[in-house]
């Protein structure tokens, strides 16, 4: 929605064409119309062949001349010449290919000649027009805290602080809460919490993430990350309005100090303008500060970079090899040549054959397996105005990876794929700048700081291009090594300082999950979800201390450790008895 000025629909079969998306319009003048239709070539950034994204446009069930998706590397309005209509047009959007097409939005215009505004905030206030939007948004009372982001950082912050009286705002760009904890991105969360000397701390966290079993990892089913559980904690608290499928886009900052932010429903483009006292930012990208001229940092080349994880199935629940129900399956399921994708025919890459060098992984050539951590592209592209292209990367390898498995090596003959992620999840972005920038000399050197708030247990675990496999993808690498053993570990549990979750320059700011105020390197420890979870908690208990001295989050360190020492030991869990 940032980058081009819209949430779109996108056409994710993993190669299966998918349903039309349909909609009804009446037009006051049946007539002659120009037709435009906002979309791109997704493969166009890597002058690749055969415009995957290919789609129709039909009217009435006639499909009009132009095929949409096929030119441009950038958004723009695609002109799908004169069209006839009548009073009662029933539209549909066809995929040709199921391989991600895209659509912005469909424009009929009665003047020929007109042509619609390629970006900016002329296309943004023509969009609110057509809508029929109302030009000011809906205000929202005063929240004592509004929390930006609803992975486990942020939901386990309104949780706590919701439990210590607080009211509080928790807005979701999402239809789901959990971030990259989510049936979206699957990721497992790492990390340990209830350690000593703060054993509560961590009790919010635990309540919000499921029972470790055998299949709680990487690209599983849906049903082991357990969106529901997320609901129904944060359900439990009166006090928490949670904002759903809201993206906040704008901040309204004065004297340092943000007072509203606002927010835009990513289906029905309403907006919200949600005021608040204090504010977290658990966007992981830093959002809110960066829109409330918080100070931050970013790591521009040699970053850690996105991944889309990936999984397979077998049609045929019977594997033998002379089953006909095996036959029937591998008939199913064919895959199509992708010569648009990354082409990796004569490459190799993790789960090719026996014998490549395998990043680790527990079991590299189980199907399950094949599409885990390591698929990552973006070191060295800026990852927030980037983020498409290195989301689309992700699709081309994986793609390619899957064509050489099928078509090349001709393996796997009954699987198709599964489930792929369209919803990169991210690992670095902006850091916002705090009193403290915690260094992994910090960590290596065990410096102790007085305000030790929550415990970070994972190894210096950065990222960066896997030797084995770059030859020939440079500057485009897709596939991750990580920073580990000797020099990358530390004594934990480390207790990292509070003063790493309040911003240095905009007074009422805090921020919890991966934007917190670390170096680069030292991001690689505290990245981890059990750990973002609980700087969430601690945010929340500050919060409250916030509130109950009506002071600013630095105010709580300099004035209020002790009492928000005291709040550490009994945590914020349900069993606290609040
Ligand atoms: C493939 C992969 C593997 C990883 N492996 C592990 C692992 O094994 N274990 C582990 O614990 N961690 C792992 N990590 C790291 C961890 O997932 C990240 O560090 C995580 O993002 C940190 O949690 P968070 O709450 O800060 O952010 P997120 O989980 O990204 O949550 C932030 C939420 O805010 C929402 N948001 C963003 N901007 C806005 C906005 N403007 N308005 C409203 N909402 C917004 C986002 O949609 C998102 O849901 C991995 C990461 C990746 C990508």
Redesign the pocket.
């Known amino acids: 929605m940032d980058l081009m000025g819209s949430p779109f629909l996108l056409a994710h079969g993993m190669g299966r064409p998918v349903e039309d998306a349909t909609t009804h319009v009446q037009f006051d003048e049946p007539g002659v119309y120009r037709l435009w239709v906002r979309t791109r070539d997704w493969v166009a950034p890597w002058n690749a062949p055969g415009a995957p994204g290919r789609f129709q446009l039909l009217l009435n069930g006639q499909a009009v001349e132009t095929t949409f998706g096929t030119e441009g590397n950038a958004w723009h309005w695609q002109d799908g010449g004169e069209v006839r209509v009548g009073s009662q047009m029933d539209l549909a959007l066809h995929d040709l290919t199921g391989f991600e097409g895209r659509c912005d939005a469909v424009m009929f215009s009665k003047d020929l000649a007109y042509q619609p505004p390629h970006d900016g905030s002329m296309l943004a206030s023509l969009r609110l027009q057509l809508l029929g939007l109302p030009a000011e948004p809906t205000v929202s009372p005063v929240y004592d805290l509004v929390v930006?982001?609803?992975?486990?950082?942020?939901t386990s912050a309104a949780v706590t602080a919701a439990r210590l009286g607080l009211t509080v705002a928790l807005?979701?760009?999402?239809p789901v809460l959990g971030?990259?904890?989510s049936s979206e991105v699957r990721?497992?969360?790492?990390?340990h919490v209830n350690q000593k000397p703060f054993p509560r701390v961590g009790d919010v966290v635990m309540e919000l993430i499921p029972d470790k079993k055998g299949d709680s990892a990487?690209a599983q089913g849906a049903h082991v990350f357990n969106d529901q559980r997320k609901f129904d904690v944060v359900g439990a608290e009166p006090n928490i309005t949670l904002f759903l499928e809201?993206?906040?886009?704008r901040a309204y900052a004065s004297e340092w100090n943000i007072e509203a932010v606002l927010s835009q429903h990513t289906r029905t483009a309403e907006r919200n303008l949600i005021r608040g006292r204090w504010f977290l930012d658990?966007?992981?990208?830093g959002?809110v500060g960066f829109l409330a001229g918080a100070d931050f940092d970013q790591t521009d080349t040699g970053h850690m970079g996105?991944?889309n994880?990936w999984n397979i199935q077998c049609l045929c629940e019977d594997e033998d090899p002379l089953s006909s129900e095996l036959a029937a399956a591998v008939e199913e399921a064919t895959f199509p040549r992708c010569a648009w994708a990354v082409d990796l025919a004569a490459k190799p890459f993790p789960g090719r054959t026996k014998g490549s060098t395998e990043p680790q992984t527990k079991n590299p050539n189980k199907p399950i397996s094949l599409g885990n951590?390591f698929w990552e592209n973006g070191f060295d592209r800026d990852p927030i105005h980037d983020m498409e292209r290195i989301r689309d990367q992700n699709f081309r390898a994986m793609y390619g990876a899957w064509d050489t498995i099928k078509n090349v090596e001709k393996r796997y003959p009954a699987h198709q794929l599964n489930w792929v992620a369209y919803i990169a999840?991210?690992?670095e972005s902006r850091r916002l700048l705090g009193d403290v920038i915690l260094t992994a000399e910090d960590l290596r050197d065990n410096v102790q700081f007085e305000d030790g708030s929550f415990p970070c247990t994972w190894g210096i675990d950065t990222h960066f291009p896997a030797a084995a496999y770059k030859e020939g993808h440079e500057g485009d690498e897709f596939i991750a090594d990580y920073t580990h053993g000797e020099g990358y570990t530390y004594q934990g549990p480390y207790w990292v300082p509070y003063r790493c979750l309040y911003s240095r320059n905009i007074d009422n700011l805090f921020m919890a999950?991966?934007d917190i105020s670390v170096t680069h390197e030292a991001l690689g420890a505290v990245?981890?979800?059990?750990t973002?979870g609980a700087m969430g908690e601690i945010v929340g208990m500050a919060a409250s201390l916030c509130k109950r001295f009506d002071c600013t989050p630095r105010q709580v360190y300099s004035e209020h450790l002790s009492e928000l020492k005291a709040l550490m030991e009994v945590g914020a869990g349900a069993a606290a008895g609040r």
Do not use: C, F, H, Y
């Open positions: 930006v982001g609803g992975g486990v950082a942020g807005i979701q760009d999402r971030g990259n904890a990721v497992w969360p790492e990390g990487n809201q993206r906040v886009n658990s966007t992981g990208d959002a996105a991944s994880l951590w999840g991210k690992r999950g991966r990245r981890v979800m059990k973002t």
